[in-house]
């Protein structure tokens, strides 16, 4: 069964940055929109940022807009979080997910192949 792959987390002092990557693993990811998603200790889990992959439309979170760029490389089957100027509250389990079509509004349940996520800790 297909599924994401993440890797790219680790600790990281305020105001550092990390670039997360999410590898496709037997998903086709034709006509679908690729989200990084969040989940912080006791808290639900958010949408970070959203990437279609028939055109080269992104949307961010307002938390992270302006830090955090998200981009593609087809040819890899990968999707990429660059993570600038890194807060505290920035710290979560990070991990992505797809939805059919290239709406990046769709609601959570609607988001498959999810992978083990990966840890960012932004600490002095």
């Known amino acids: 069964q297909g599924r994401f792959v993440e890797s790219g987390g680790g600790l990281v002092q305020p105001g550092g940055s990390l670039r997360l990557s999410c590898a496709a693993s037997k998903v086709t990811l034709d006509y679908h929109n690729i989200k990084w998603f969040r989940q912080a200790p006791g808290k639900e889990r958010e949408w970070v940022s959203c990437i279609s992959t028939g055109d080269p439309s992104t949307s961010y979170a307002r938390s992270v807009k302006g830090r955090f760029t998200v981009s593609t490389d087809s040819a890899k089957k990968t999707v990429y979080l660059q993570m600038n100027n890194l807060k505290p509250e920035d710290t979560a389990v990070y991990s992505c997910?797809?939805?059919?079509?290239?709406?990046?509004?769709?609601?959570?349940?609607?988001?498959?192949?999810w992978g083990q996520g990966t840890q960012v800790t932004v600490s002095t």
């Open positions: 997910a797809a939805a059919y079509g290239s709406s990046c509004l769709q609601p959570q349940y609607e988001y498959n192949y």
